[in-house]
Each structure stands twice: as C-alpha cells, then as structure tokens.
C-alpha cells in the first residue's frame, strides 16, 4: 500500500513547486518578492464583462447546471471570432466547444484520443499540460527538441520525419503552441501549411494551443493554424481568454476545428463537467462580441514591461532577447551561472536578489539553459527587480559591471 498509483507515478517531480515552496517561506518571513515565476495576468478584467458577469448572476435561472460543450451564445461568439480574425468559418455546433481554459480543454482531449502507448509528437521545452496530459493518459512521448529563435519549417519537418522513422507504433498526434509558452517563439502561416502537409499525409492529428495568440507586439498578429487549406480534417486549436481579456480565474476556453476531434472532446466533457457557470459564459459572450480596445490596451501594457524590463536586463550585462508575443521573455542564464543548471540559479536569484524566475527545466529537459520571466509585475516593481539583478549579477562576476552593454536583441517572427 505504500506504492504510488499508476499515474501519479509516471509524473516526475513538480519542478516548479521547489520555487514556489521557497518563495512561499520567504515571505512567511516578511521578505519582499517580486514574482516573475508564474504566467499569471495581475491586470483586472475589463469593467464590461464583470458587469454582464454581475448582471446575469442576478438571474437565478443560471445558477442551474450549464451545457459542458457551451450556451450557444457563446459558441457563436467564439465562431465569430474566428471569422474576423483569421477568415476562417466555423459550424459553431460541430466545429466548437467551450472549455474550462485551454489546459482543461487539451487534458481531456487527450484522454478522448489516446490508447495506452499510442505516440505523440511534443516540443521540448513547452508548457507542462502538453505533455503530461497525454502522458497522465498512457501516451508514450518523443520529444521534439526546439532551438531558441524564429522556427524554420524545413527544420521542423526535418525533426518531424526523424520522430516518425524512430517512433513504433506511428505517432497518433502532433501537440503545437505557437506564440510558444515558454521560448515566445512566433511561426507563420508558411510553416503551418508544410506541418499540416505533413501531418494530413501520415494521418497524424494536429492539436494546436493557440493561448497568446492575441498578446503580440511588433505589428504582425500571430496567425492561426486553421487558415491553412485542409487544416481542420486533422486539426483542432484552443485558445483561452485568460490572457485576451485577463480571466485567468474565470476558467473560460475553447477548442475549434476538426469535427470528429470536436465530439471526442464533447463526449468526455460530457461525463466529467457540465460547463462553466452559466454567468461566466454570458459575460465571456460579452467579452468575444463586445469593444475589443480593452485587448489593445492590455497588449499596450505587456509591450512597456517588456522593454523595460529587455533594456534594465540588457543594462545589468543579461543579455535576453526581446519577445516579439507572449507575455514571457525566454532568458538564457548567464554565462557565470551556465554551468549550474536554471532550477538552481532560480534558486539562487530568489534567496539572493528576492526575484521569482520559472527555471526552464520545469518545461522540459531542453530548457534547461533557460528561465522564464512573466510580465505580471508593473514597472515599478520590475525597474525595483532590475536593479536586485544587476547587483546579483556584478556579485558573483565582477566583469558584469564594467563591461560594455549590447543593444537588445529582437525576436523576430518565422
């Protein structure tokens, strides 16, 4: 009876547990923190939607149970999303479902469509739930190791026919997150169309997280991988507006695309929930139909913590490149903490400059030259983060506060 059970096993430790456990005793203590662990949204949702959020709570007809795949309103919204901004059309009753955020959505697909020991094609380092949701349901993962910069196709394809040469059985599904959470990588639609080529003619399917796809900065919106012509025969796409509409707390998302993959998703939600409260779909109706500058001045604000926080790094002798979407910045560790690895530099920045970083191990054993900070402090607080950097830095390398600073570099899209 002391054995752990099946699945919890197959887990590795929570990587970024061992942070936050020492974050969390710091400020027991009384310690100042200043947290860029975790990707949580610090900005309020905007006035409109709490107020439809209060408006249709005074309505005790939806305190009832709720529809697990979305009120038809929503589904709409959510289709008619997809038609301003990308052109793509979608049958909001076959080809959309609501989710309980985008993890929620992407853990019980893959409950839906794997068998034990099926294969599935993942990128290394990416968000956690990518992985372990198909791992939690049996699934056997190859990793598909990604270098930091822009993406090229060819490289990609070339790491995706070596995966399915080495990969018995063949691989069932290909898991994508572009803007990628955590390297801010951005793709185009060039490279879309040469992955899903690639996948319709292995009948590979695509599930493709598109969360960030609405916090971009430099002028070019990232696409979607159902523009692509013959897209939605094998691919599905989440998206959250978590990050859109800052709801982090709201648990509202929704998957879009394949029909068939669509119902799987409906049938086992079917069993396990039965939807977001009905008030919360109302107001995320509101907020998908509603004035969308909201969206433009939340992106306003990621794009000034972003360069400031680029060119105070950039000052301090930390050279990071500048995200061009995400709300993170992918930092490889400094050359004087290179060898240590990022969970124990992580360690290390919070007890010494009482900074909070996600160590890149946490997203995979590719990123583990890396750390990831979120842009959920104001710029106050990251100037103050800064500054504790720059003095943790010239501490453990001298060099640091007299040597020239490089221009930051610019993370340019595929």
Not at 147 to 164: K, T, Y
Not at 382 to 411: C, G, N, Y
Request: charged share 20%.
């Amino acid at each position: 009876m002391e054995s752990e059970f099946h699945r919890v096993r197959r887990l590795p430790p929570y990587v970024f547990e061992v942070v936050n456990s020492l974050k969390a005793k710091a400020r027991a203590a009384g310690e100042d923190i200043i947290d860029f662990g975790m990707g949580n949204p610090d900005m309020p949702t905007p006035r409109h939607i709490v107020d439809k959020l209060v408006e249709a709570v005074q309505d005790g007809r939806t305190h009832r149970y709720s529809s697990s795949k979305g009120i038809p309103g929503l589904r709409r919204a959510m289709a008619g999303y997809y038609q301003r901004r990308f052109g793509v059309d979608l049958d909001p009753e076959r080809e959309v479902i609501a989710t309980l955020g985008s993890k929620e959505g992407l853990a019980n697909l893959a409950q839906a469509i794997t068998a034990p020991g099926d294969v599935i094609l993942c990128p290394n380092p990416s968000y956690p739930i990518h992985a372990f949701g198909f791992m939690i349901a049996g699934a056997a993962l190859r990793h598909l190791p990604m270098d930091p910069g822009a993406p090229r196709a060819e490289d990609f394809i070339a790491l995706l026919e070596r995966a399915v040469r080495h990969s018995v059985p063949a691989p069932t599904a290909l898991v994508l997150n572009f803007p990628s959470n955590p390297t801010a990588q951005v793709v185009d639609l060039d490279f879309y169309g040469q992955v899903v080529d690639f996948c319709r003619s292995r009948n590979i399917w695509i599930l493709s997280d598109l969360a960030y796809g609405e916090i971009y900065f430099d002028g070019v919106p990232p696409p979607s991988i159902l523009q692509i012509p013959g897209a939605k025969e094998i691919a599905v796409e989440f998206t959250s507006m978590s990050k859109t509409y800052a709801m982090p707390g709201w648990r509202m998302g929704f998957a879009a695309g394949n029909p068939r993959l669509v119902q799987a998703l409906t049938r086992i939600k079917s069993y396990l929930d039965y939807g977001a409260f009905t008030p919360i779909q109302v107001a995320a109706t509101a907020a998908l139909n509603g004035p969308q500058d909201c969206v433009e001045d939340m992106r306003t604000i990621y794009r000034s913590r972003r360069d400031v926080l680029i060119k105070g790094l950039t000052d301090a002798g930390w050279d990071v490149p500048s995200p061009s979407a995400t709300m993170f910045a992918w930092a490889p560790l400094p050359p004087a903490f290179a060898a240590m690895g990022s969970l124990e530099f992580s360690k290390r920045l919070l007890a010494e400059a009482k900074v909070a970083v996600a160590p890149g191990v946490g997203f995979g054993e590719y990123g583990d030259s890396f750390v990831r900070i979120a842009l959920v402090e104001n710029e106050h607080r990251t100037r103050q983060a800064v500054r504790a950097i720059k003095r943790f830095l010239a501490q453990h390398d001298p060099a640091q506060s007299s040597a020239p600073r490089a221009k930051p570099r610019e993370a340019s899209a595929a």
